[in-house]
């Protein structure tokens, strides 16, 4: 718990798929919720999407459109984001956040976070 590394970032056309990974350390991931978060230049960092303990439990947020899932694999510690159809507006770094409780990392306050995978969307 506490340490957060996210990868799967690049460059990106319009229409594409990239699957982020964030792999965190074993001890206690299975019982941590996980989100992800972004944030472009000149923003503020925004939800998009949190995934419960178990994985039964899923969060997106309104500009997602089904266009994302989140994932997560206990024995491997590690989240997953994997994005279709991506969109110029999705260029921003993405972090990964995990807490023990759903609704704080939900609200972006979660205990940990990760470094940020860039992901650019551009033609």
């Known amino acids: 718990q506490g340490q957060l590394v996210e990868s799967g970032g690049g460059l990106v056309q319009p229409g594409g798929s990239l699957t982020l990974s964030c792999i965190a350390s074993?001890?206690?991931?299975?019982?941590?919720?996980m989100a992800w978060f972004r944030q472009a230049p000149g923003k503020e960092r925004e939800f998009v999407a949190v995934?419960?303990?178990?994985?039964?439990?899923?969060d997106y947020a309104d500009f997602v459109q089904g266009r994302f899932t989140i994932s997560r694999d206990n024995a491997k510690s590690t989240l997953y984001l994997q994005m279709n159809s991506l969109k110029p507006e999705d260029t921003a770094a993405y972090y990964c956040?995990?807490?023990?409780?759903?609704?704080?990392?939900?609200?972006?306050?979660?205990?940990?976070w990760g470094q940020g995978t860039q992901v650019t969307v551009s033609s």
């Open positions: 074993p001890r206690r991931f299975s019982s941590l919720a």
């Open positions: 995934i419960n303990w178990r994985g039964d439990l899923l």
């Open positions: 956040a995990q807490d023990s409780l759903f609704d704080r990392v939900r609200a972006g306050v979660g205990e940990y």
